[in-house]
């Protein structure tokens, strides 16, 4: 009985110990401030990344989150508050971190679509973008409880997609392709004409409110000890991060996944075995894009003010490069490729400007050389852990 | 003696063209309860096309199709699915990416639940439906190969051509369908893999009480073993009906293959 | 009405549509060999007109100034590096997927495109403000009652008119032509004829990315400025043109190309408040089209093989 406990623990330890220096490496990574010291982290960090997948350790964290699914989840998410409490008076990290969160929302979206379903969509940043609109004009003109401007953002971005694509969906692939571009680019003009909607200047937000719980003012806990507001959205980021993770998840692992990953094979094979093809691809560019608006009306609260300058196409491409390079249709790859992607050009800030052309480079890399990108996805087990005899 | 047995599948002077090229002319053919029969003809006879046109991949520009005395010319492919026909299809379509089980279970979509409330919330009943789906499944593996049996969580990506038309026909069959329609199953494979595919193909036909094959084959020594009568088509018209034997005997069919003497 | 102002959108529709078409008979002419979506070919038109405008102040720096010279000269620098840039492309980033799913070609071109677009923000000097675009072109007009036909415009339409009745004769008319033609309708049969198909592919995006060039002058000519982002837009307007037209069919890329033109001039006819809502407008009866009739206007090419 001990031994059997004894061998659990082993199992668990790598991924435990991953996690750890991971968290480490996270916090040292947004500490620093000097230019060499992050080309010196990134060198290392690679370095140790190169050696873990030599001597097995990349293989040893991925059993022990097959081994224990939920327990390394909890962990995982309990590093991020680690990690954003070592920065609590840093209102610009704990942003960033937020940021990271939000567009792994938004990118468990696009794996939906296009990770399962085989939907491409460009306008991913317009999708977000009407979600934060949304946002600010339920916030200043209604009560509504800002729970429900959240699921109101996420509600309005299903809905648009749902009519932008519908006519289209008898069709193949580069249809959505053309029209989710041609709609990415209108959108910011889009705005811009509409003085209702804020014009170039962009809309003022209100800040989230929850329960009484006001999430634009700082933390006081005690007399000086204060933490800062972000932390808050941090934690309301946290949440929707763990449950967009939690249902993506669990819809891969059932028929419906089984389902899109179908449709997105053979269309026409499919077809013959009584598929309505565009029920699926519908049901996967709803169910992305109501994650996409959701997060886009946290985003909005937490800024306080939104710009159509927000919503490039350039943005949109962000969050398609995010998702090929992290490993198309694997929530974990989503996680790494963002955190990298977001923080990046943020710390090393010579490659700012060149943010786009970097990432275009790298996604060409990646599908000429290592098409499933940084981890691909495993195949579909419908419950961790089940054998069946 | 009584009349012809009633065909469950038949088609009525079935036309199909694609431009100015003639798949399909006029063409008549019955397919009778329970029979395995054989659709043979040199290259471009119109086989595939037939297979296509009765799934509703392609619609008919002539005439009309019967199932159990149902029109079904205008039904869609999922419509034909429905109805209870499945196939295989000329070039392996498997999704190479997907697990056996996957796979498997893509062709049983009718006799899911495809409910989304039921696949996210209702995990106990999903669960429920999974391990009955997965025992049905590998009971209809191991009619075709018992170690394939143990290997349903692999990517179908890493078998042997043999196993994957082993696992396509389950994909086709798993649904329980009437009529299964085989396209070429043998092609690329050596002579024991095909005598091995027919061996599985012969005991799936025992086991299930009520299925009628229609299998499409360039491998004579296949027609002969396994089908009760054949169809020989060319240029899209049917030149020959009845067991093998009379019609590999038939003048106009070895014209068809051989060319005017 | 005002036949004067019709006379002027007229025009307008007219270089337009030219335009949409030559960048939509690129689109075919990669999908119809290659079942392939080039993404970066609107970005393809904007780096040949770059390179005409740096072609021209090369010219302009060493005293060449009259554009008797310099017209060919700039059209004949921006389509050759298009077409050697096109022939690139299909090299090193098309054909090595050709096995990979359809999507990833997609994908491919689309970064590419982005990559060409900052390369321009990015490198070329102050690239990330529009450049004027010189007139080379005669600009005095000729009046027609209340219409004025401006010299340069109708040497532009009669040009563009020339190349397209130009590629429609290489690829009926000529060997080349039948190539592609036969490459685009059944590519292993093709091959067994002993048609060299890497060299096919090689020569029909040449073909496509020149064309996007010669587009690319056009539209610096026309408006008198060009700017990095371009490409996007007049590339996406030129895909949907394909589209409608049925995607592999030239004579459809055309005909959706000044199709897209007159939608965009009836929404800026009917809408005259605010220009972005023409583009709303002609891209929602796009939407349309396609849902109606999805293999467009005139017949897409069939691909699939069941």
Same mark, same amino acid.
């Given at each position: 009985m001990a031994e059997g406990a004894g061998k659990q623990r082993n199992a668990l330890l790598p991924g435990i110990v991953g996690i750890a220096v991971v968290t480490v490496y996270l916090i040292l990574f947004l500490s620093v401030e000097s230019q060499l010291g992050v080309a010196l982290l990134l060198a290392g960090g690679a370095a140790v990344v190169l050696l873990a997948a030599k001597f097995g350790g990349i293989a040893g964290m991925r059993q022990s989150f097959a081994a224990q699914e939920r327990g390394m989840n909890g962990v995982a998410l309990l590093s991020v508050v680690v990690i954003a409490g070592f920065f609590y008076e840093d209102h610009f990290t704990l942003l960033m971190i937020t940021v990271v969160l939000i567009f792994m929302v938004a990118s468990l979206g696009l794996t939906v679509q296009f990770?399962?379903?085989g939907v491409l969509n460009f306008a991913g940043a317009a999708f977000m973008g009407i979600g934060c609109y949304t946002a600010a004009v339920l916030t200043k003109n209604t009560a509504l409880p800002h729970v429900f401007v959240i699921l109101a953002g996420g509600l309005m971005a299903a809905l648009i997609g749902a009519l932008l694509l519908y006519p289209v969906l008898?069709?193949?692939g580069h249809y959505s392709a053309v029209i989710t571009i041609a709609f990415a680019l209108l959108f910011k003009t889009f705005l811009e004409v509409n003085d209702a909607l804020g014009g170039p200047q962009g809309l003022r937000v209100d800040g989230m409110n929850v329960f009484g719980w006001e999430l634009n003012d700082n933390i006081a806990l005690g007399d000086d000890f204060e933490i800062s507001f972000y932390f808050s959205y941090v934690i309301a980021g946290l949440v929707l991060l763990a449950l967009a993770f939690a249902f993506v998840r669990r819809l891969e692992r059932s028929w419906i996944g089984l389902n899109m990953d179908a449709v997105r094979l053979d269309e026409t094979a499919t077809a013959c075995f009584g598929y309505n093809i565009s029920r699926w691809k519908i049901t996967a560019f709803t169910i992305g894009n109501f994650l996409v608006g959701m997060v886009g009306a946290l985003y909005a609260m937490m800024l306080g003010f939104i710009a159509?300058?927000?919503?490039?196409f350039g943005d949109s491409l962000i969050l398609v490069s995010i998702v090929l390079l992290g490993g198309i249709g694997n929530p974990w790859g989503i996680a790494v490729a963002t955190t990298i992607v977001v923080i990046l050009p943020e710390k090393l800030q010579i490659i700012q400007e060149y943010r786009f052309l970097l990432y275009a480079v790298m996604v060409i890399l990646v599908l000429l050389?290592?098409?499933?990108?940084?981890l691909p996805r495993p195949l579909r087990s419908y419950f961790p852990g089940w054998v069946p005899k | 003696m009584t009349g012809a047995p009633e065909a469950l599948l038949a088609a009525r002077g079935l036309g199909k063209h694609f431009g100015g090229l003639?798949?399909? $002319?006029d063409l008549h053919l019955e397919v009778r309860e329970n029979e395995i029969l054989g659709l043979i003809g040199p290259n471009g006879s119109g086989k595939t096309t037939f297979f296509n046109v009765i799934t509703g991949i392609y619609a008919a520009d002539a005439g009309t199709v019967l199932f159990g005395g149902r $029109?079904?010319?205008?039904?869609s492919a999922q419509g034909v699915y429905r109805a209870g026909i499945a196939r295989t299809f000329q070039r392996s379509r498997?999704?190479?990416?997907?697990?056996i089980f996957d796979n498997i279970m893509v062709g049983n979509h009718k006799r899911l639940n495809q409910g989304l409330w039921f696949n996210l919330v209702q995990r106990g009943a999903f669960r429920r439906e999974l391990e009955e789906n997965y025992a049905m499944a590998r009971e209809l593996v191991t009619v075709f190969d018992a170690p394939l049996a143990d290997r349903m969580? @692999?990517?179908?990506?890493?078998?042997?051509m043999i196993d994957r038309r082993r696992i396509e026909i389950c994909r086709a069959l798993v649904s329980r369908p009437k009529v299964l329609l085989l396209d @070429?199953?043998?092609?690329?494979?050596t002579h024991d893999e095909t005598k091995q595919l027919m061996d599985d193909i012969m005991q799936v036909k025992e086991s299930f009480e009520d299925l009628t094959i229609v299998i499409i084959e360039h491998e004579m020594g296949v027609i002969e073993r396994i089908t009760n009568r054949c169809v020989v088509l060319n240029f899209g018209r049917k030149i020959c009906e009845g067991t093998y034997q009379e019609v590999a005997a038939d003048p106009m069919v070895q014209e068809a293959y051989l060319g005017l003497e | 009405m005002d036949v004067g102002l019709v006379g002027q959108y007229v025009m307008n529709g007219l270089m337009l549509g030219m335009m949409y078409a030559l960048v939509a008979v690129g689109f075919t002419l990669f999908f119809g060999v290659?079942?392939?979506?080039?993404?970066?070919h609107g970005d393809s038109l904007m780096v040949g007109a770059f390179t005409g405008l740096a072609t021209y102040l090369g010219l302009d720096a060493m005293g060449v100034v009259w554009p008797v010279v310099q017209v060919p000269v700039v059209l004949a620098a921006a389509v050759a590096m298009m077409a050697l840039l096109g022939a690139l492309i299909a090299r090193y980033l098309v054909l090595p997927l050709?096995?990979?799913?359809?999507l990833n070609t997609l994908l491919i071109t689309l970064m590419l495109g982005t990559v060409l677009r900052e390369g321009i923000r990015l490198f070329?000097?102050?690239?990330?403000n529009p450049k004027p675009f010189p007139?080379?072109?005669?600009?005095h007009s000729a009046e027609f009652g209340n219409f004025t036909l401006r010299v340069d415009n109708a040497m532009m339409l009669l040009a563009g008119l020339v190349v397209i009745v130009g590629v429609h004769l290489m690829i009926n008319r000529t060997k080349l032509g039948l190539a592609i033609r036969a490459v685009a309708q059944d590519e292993e049969t093709a091959k067994t004829m002993g048609i060299n198909f890497t060299r096919v592919v090689l020569v029909t995006f040449a073909l496509g990315s020149g064309l996007a060039a010669f587009a690319g002058i056009l539209n610096g000519l026309y408006y008198n400025e060009i700017n990095f982002g371009i490409g996007l837009l007049l590339g996406v307007i030129g895909f949907s043109s394909a589209i409608i037209g049925g995607l592999g069919n030239i004579y459809g890329a055309i005909i959706g190309g000044f199709l897209f033109a007159t939608l965009q001039t009836i929404g800026a006819v009917a809408l005259p408040?605010?220009?972005?809502y023409k583009d709303v407008f002609a891209f929602g009866v796009v939407i349309l089209i396609m849902a109606v009739r999805p293999t467009g206007l005139l017949s897409e090419k069939v691909s699939e093989r069941v």
């Open positions: 990770g399962f379903a008898r069709t193949r159509p300058t927000n919503f490039t050389y290592r098409p499933l990108g940084l | 003639v798949a399909l $002319e $029109e079904i010319t205008n039904l498997l999704s190479l990416s997907l697990s969580f @692999e990517a179908v990506g890493g078998f042997a @070429e199953p043998s092609a690329g494979m | 290659l079942d392939v979506i080039n993404f970066s050709k096995s990979a799913p359809p070329y000097p102050e690239g990330s007139s080379l072109l005669p600009t408040f605010a220009s972005a």
